[in-house]
């Protein structure tokens, strides 16, 4: 198999935040995953700036830990690794205060791409993006890489998209999601627009409905403080959930560029018709095997914020005209999944005696477990005595697909290396953020004007019974959860 590798080009990446939780668990490992692939152009440099003191050695022996540990087996190869690490380099800098940005400034060298991480806090976004311009570290080529959440409500997106705007173009700023860096929703496009097989019955003639489900078995774990302020809402739908139904959902781009693809999702999104309250479930989770109750979890005995949304969208265009989007999400489910499934109508009319199922081709997009795609089709039961029929799957997965698990980069890594090479097209635009909030403000409103209270569930489970509800009202039934 031939791949083609775009080449990038000699860089720095300052991230802000170079200590963090993320930075440890995801970035570093990433790009060390890529400076093994070859992909780290020789003298390329990762600066880690963050307010603790440190020097190059300290961080270095923390950055070779962390990444032993979340990097995987290829960590294994310690001749790598400690070629790795002497790129990295470690400055102190307060992005609130003044200290350290002189000492950066003399660190950035000329005729490289410089791109600036900010793995830090939402509320620093803005300091940041001030100090790289007052200090001139910036330049007009300069990236910045912005991490979610990307505002909690449409004022607050649009006053950040302002200040960054006051310093850096709109094709300088990487609003990441990484959920368009997986394999998988790449894959998605290519699917869709690269076969002659499905684009001609994606739509309202022959799909039923759309599930998009992404379920965790974990809780709020660390993260209680924040997430206690944002709810599932606001940390799930409004951006990832919202930018599968994209993808899904938007028309082909004339090209796949970047302008092009995020025009056609922004359309999904303004399509978008507000969402009846009684096709929203919220919900929270109880004490189970898993651990204590959400409240607990976030210490905050009267917490109406929901681990749990499912809701029923609709696009309002041609091609979606009444074709429902389920969308699903929560903490402690029974398993963990990703998936979006495109569910095909029934034929109608059986040609086949004593044929009372109703069999209907399901193609459901894994983002995980087993990254991956499966076509659920019918065909005739093997053996003697008459036609009986059957669904089965053609199962995809990628790593058996296109070989070993290693060579499909993690979404974080691809997206890192796409800021270096200056494609955007798998980052969010500011008009796109912004239109998000402006669908999912006006439900969180209203949820907290009258103190909606979210339906309790059990922990492993698939969520409130009303979630349930929500499908069967409609003669539908979510895909299940494998725990
Ligand atoms: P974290 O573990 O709390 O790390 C924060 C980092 O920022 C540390 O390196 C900290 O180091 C630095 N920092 C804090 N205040 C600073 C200041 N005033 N000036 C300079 N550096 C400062 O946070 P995280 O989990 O890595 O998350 C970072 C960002 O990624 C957040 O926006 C988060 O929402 C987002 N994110 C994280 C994850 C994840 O899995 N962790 C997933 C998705 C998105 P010092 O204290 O030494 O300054």
Known sequence: MVSRVIPVEQFDLVIFGG???????????????????????????????????????????????????????????????????????????????????????QLMRDGVIRAFYFSVGPGLFGDLAERLHQ???????????????????????????????????????????????????????????????FEPLWNSHYVDHIQ????????????????????????????????????????APNQFEADAVRDEKLKVIRAL??????????????PGSGGPSYREDVENPRSHTESFV?????????????VPFYLRTGKRMKGRVSEIAVVFKDIGHSIFEGDEARHRNILAIRLQPNEGMDLQVTIKEPGPGGMRLVDVPLDM???????????????YERLIMDVIRGNQTLFMRGDEVEAAWAWTDPIIEAWEARNDVPKHYDQGTAGPEDAMMLMHRDGRRWREIKG
């Open 19 to 105: 200590t963090g939780d993320l930075a440890r668990r995801k970035i570093l490992p990433g790009l060390f995953r890529r400076f093994r692939a070859g992909q780290m152009p020789e003298g390329s440099r990762v600066i880690a700036a963050a307010r603790s003191e440190m020097d190059d050695a300290d961080y270095r022996k923390q950055m070779m830990a962390a990444i032993k540990e979340f990097g995987g087996s290829e960590t294994k190869d310690t001749e790598s690794l400690e070629a790795f690490v002497q790129s990295l380099h470690y400055v102190a800098v307060d992005a609130r205060g003044d200290g350290g940005w002189s000492e950066l400034a």
């Open 135 to 197: 200090h001139a570290i910036a330049d007009r080529d300069s990236r910045i890489v912005v991490e979610k959440p990307f505002g909690r409500d449409l004022q607050s997106a649009k006053a950040l998209n302002a200040t960054l705007a006051q310093h850096f173009r709109e094709d300088q700023i990487y609003r990441i999601d990484h959920y368009l860096g997986k394999e998988t929703v790449q894959n998605l496009m290519a699917v869709r627009f690269g076969n002659a097989l």
């Open 212 to 251: 998009i489900t992404v379920a965790e078995t974990v809780g709020v774990g660390g993260r209680g403080g924040y997430y206690d302020k944002s709810g599932a809402m606001r940390d799930m739908v409004q951006n990832h959930l919202m930018q599968l139904l994209c993808l899904i959902a938007m028309e």
């Open 273 to 286: 018709q507000p969402v009846d309250f009684h096709h929203i479930v919220r919900g929270q989770y109880e």
């Open 310 to 322: 499912a809701l029923k969208a609709h696009i309002a265009n041609m091609r979606w005209a009444g």
């Open 397 to 411: 997965t990628f790593a058996d697909a296109l070989g070993d698990e290693q060579e499909v980069p993690d979404a």
